[in-house]
């Protein structure tokens, strides 16, 4: 590690010059997303330089990943520039990098490039699809916890349309029939979004194909939908899904996944090109150096005021960490990050005041699920159950008010205005960068 | 070929259902770029079946490449879905494939998955980047002739910035310095392009990096840029640049190329990761069982008329075809193309109706170049010289106009008008799609 403290150095050298150089505090925030950006931004005001390190250069709107992929909206719409995100604070810096390794004594990160020392540390680096050791789904499933993931499924749900209309019989079948593993509120969601996009959209647009033939399927494991709702909700999503044609299968696993089909447990299989991953996800970090503990979901324990066990300075955010709360783990979205970011900053600066930092605890505002075209699931404080036109109309308002950047919520009201009205979407195009290693 | 016939059959398979078969002409257009759709748009009338064939399912708007690559706009907005576009026209259908060969004799095309049969074929298939055999300039130069290109050089640009933050001396030099070999309009207007996006957006975004130290220049093998040009637009054109800080040479051409240095004929080495090429451009076309003439550029010999010397059922049109016109050739932008589409189609009616075709005679409305923010020229009906606000007001309004689809008109209105008043771009994410072959 030639290039030790260098990184950090470059970082913020042009501020050393500005001001003496003095020994104020360095906190660095690993992950930009929900809990990692709210973390940051809170300590804005905190006497310490901030470095938010993030594999990426923008923050990812996870909640519209499903509209990225069946062509709502542009993907640049859900990706918020951070360095754009971070211009008006002075003592924050954005380094794009991937954190390989953390060491918890000498408190240094190692990234792909450089080592950075911390006297603070965040780790908010999220989630990923967990494949629950289904053999084939790692490499033939689509999972959608990335940008990149929503973009390169938009592309095949599209190119799967224009090779059917080269084929016939079962060749076209397989091409239409579209699954989805998991009911969660992604699955959900995306059943819904892909349905109306072949029935409503692509419908005109392939007039050869009998779209009839296209299916939508989605397949529970569990006996009802969307399964931490309350089970009015869950039955009214199953009526809405079902009425709008999607295919709902409970109770039935999947064993394993080929590029053209999928094989539940009772050995039915069903041929197809694409399958949707929403099944399961999991704590993505990087690997400290000193073993931390973990819980369910690979999630790492943390003190009620989400500092590592023996390590007071580091924190844990997001859906990196195993919280409870009133005996029950978070659920992982994003308003309990957006709470976690802010806690562990209030935490931090409460430490830098040399005071000791206060249990978190998760105000619940509810949670939401949009179904289809009016028609959208709400709990409420997580007491009030409301369905149908106010719930979507609500859960429409709440993703607009959310996302970043004025310009963003216009074009976002805009491309949902067209697509109630004209039932119309934009985003059709099938295209990749070519991304040559050479030339990155 | 046990495919042949099917692919064809499958696409008009629908239709014959409606109507009885009669013995109706088919017309074939590879190609769906300026010349290839304006064909099939023309030709929607006409008693014919019309098939549009393109490797891609959008029709790109080449003249705003330069736009995606510098973060104007976002790349959908400039690539508007081929379907879209030919909703309304009941005798005309679309295939995203790639034509590998053309049988002139049999009349038959092949193409990546089945065999197509015409009566009458439009070759519109445009053209490439030509590296000019420069040594390592196919494997180490950005080309900007395709959607894909503009991607990756945008992503490329913008991480080149990101990388420049970890590094310093030489390094950094070399990651913020862009090289663009060509001074015809698209290197002019991405030189332009590319110092505003450095000195006016960017700048706000690394406040750590000497943006001093970021050179633009732009390498000229004449003497003039814009060569076609009238003299006093060039010299117009060059004080621009140099004005707003792009770096010029002359009358030096590019030697080699390597992932880190660009070396001139006079043995000049300028390190740089970044070699934008729009030096030259050759027609691209698939290759023809039998021998066809070609010109300068590769292009494709054609009769008055737009035909194939000893094919009268097969045009070429756009940049594949060499077409003079008062002893001159004809020099490839987008109205040329535009005119070459339409006089095919009409040549195709008259063929139909069993008339002769008519020579093709371009009408010159003239051509306009952006230099940057408030400077423009355009040399209007080939005689009149107009710079400046008003030309650069003109260049603006044509694009808009000329834009396919309402929303994206609105949208990139939008988007310039946010540059012009805050300068600041939206589009700066580094991302792009994971394109497993598997997964497509």
Known sequence: MIDAYLCWFWCIEYRWKKKEITAIPKVV???????????????ADAKAEILLIDRHNYHTFIPLLYQVATGFIEPELIAYPLRKALRNFSNVDFLMAEVKQIDLESKTLITDGCSITYDYLVIATGSQANFL???????????????????????????????????????MAQKLTFIIVGGGPTGVEMAGALQELIHDCLIKDYPQLDLRQAKVILLQSGSSLLSTYPQSL????????????????????????????????????????????????????PEPKEAVATASKNKIEVL????????????????????????????????????????????????LRGKAPTAFNYFNKGRAAIIARNAGVIYLLGKIPLSGFLAWLLWLGIHVY???????????????????????????????????????
Chains 1, 2 share one sequence.
């Not at 033939?140 to 940008?147: C, S, V």
Request: glycine letters at 8%; hydrophobic letters at 40%.
């Open 234 to 285: 869950s039955k009214y999503t199953l009526r809405q899904l079902r009425d709008r044609g999607v295919k709902v299968h409970f109770n039935n696993r999947v064993k394993a996944v080929s590029p053209t089909e999928v094989v539940l447990e009772d050995n039915t299989r069903i041929a197809t090109s694409t399958i949707i991953w929403t099944a399961g996800v999991e704590a993505n970090f």
């Open 402 to 440: 959310y996302l970043p950047g004025l310009s963003n919520r216009v074009k976002l009201l805009g491309a949902w205005l067209k697509d109630y009205i004209w039932r119309d979407r934009s985003v059709q195009q099938v295209f990749t960068a070519t991304n040559s290693p050479d030339k990155m």
């Open 133 to 171: 050791q289904v053999s084939g789904a790692p490499q033939h499933t689509f999972p959608l916890r990335t940008l990149e993931n929503a973009v390169t499924l938009r592309n095949h749900i599209i190119y799967c349309f224009e090779q059917a209309v080269k084929q016939s019989g079962e060749d």
């Open 29 to 43: 925030v690993v992950g930009a997303g929900f809990a990692g950006l709210r973390a940051v931004r809170h300590l």
């Open 304 to 351: 009620t005021t989400l500092q590592l066990p023996k390590y007071p300075h580091v924190y844990v955010a997001g859906d990196a960490a195993y919280v409870e709360q009133n005996g029950k783990p978070l659920i992982g979205v994003a308003p309990e990050a957006l709470q976690l970011g802010g806690a562990i900053a209030k935490n931090i600066k409460l430490q």
